[in-house]
């Protein structure tokens, strides 16, 4: 089992930033692939990005790329999400998640283990 517990949320002005981050328990991070989704209101569960379990490998949603930076420091059991440039449309919950078989997947049922989520509001 895999706990994960994500923070860093909050509200920010268009074209500010914000750092997320997932702390992770109860197996061995570094055996885990790790991603980031997020979730408008009334639409589906979205993929960001996601990282491979020694953080040299990673890939991005074509709306995110150039904006967005993954990484993982797997001593402290935690990766990260930096969104700079943020935008209106970026206003979601995120979802950190974890994959076994560290896939880079972008669809959600790639990952067994989800965190809680933490709310993204971008004004404009």
């Given at each position: 089992?895999v706990h994960?517990?994500?923070s860093?949320g909050g509200?920010?002005?268009?074209?500010?930033s914000?750092r997320?981050?997932?702390a992770?328990s109860?197996?061995?991070f570094?055996?885990l692939?790790?991603?980031?989704?997020r979730q408008?209101?009334?639409?589906?569960?979205?993929?960001v990005t996601?990282?491979n379990?020694?953080g040299?490998?990673?890939?991005?949603?074509?709306?995110?790329k150039g904006r967005f930076?993954?990484?993982r420091?797997?001593?402290?059991?935690?990766?990260?999400l930096?969104?700079n440039?943020?935008?209106a449309e970026?206003?979601?919950v995120?979802?950190?998640?974890?994959?076994l078989?560290?896939s880079?997947?972008t669809?959600p049922?790639s990952y067994?283990f989800?965190?809680?989520g933490?709310?993204?509001?971008?004004?404009s």
């Amino acid at each position: 089992q895999v706990h994960l517990v994500e923070s860093g949320g909050g509200l920010v002005q268009a074209g500010g930033s914000l750092r997320l981050s997932c702390a992770a328990s109860g197996r061995t991070f570094n055996i885990l692939g790790m991603a980031w989704f997020r979730q408008a209101p009334g639409k589906e569960r979205e993929f960001v990005t996601a990282i491979n379990r020694i953080g040299d490998h990673t890939h991005y949603a074509d709306s995110v790329k150039g904006r967005f930076t993954v990484s993982r420091d797997n001593a402290r059991n935690t990766v990260y999400l930096q969104m700079n440039s943020l935008k209106a449309e970026d206003t979601s919950v995120y979802y950190c998640a974890a994959d076994l078989r560290n896939s880079l997947a972008t669809t959600p049922t790639s990952y067994e283990f989800w965190g809680q989520g933490t709310q993204v509001t971008v004004s404009s």
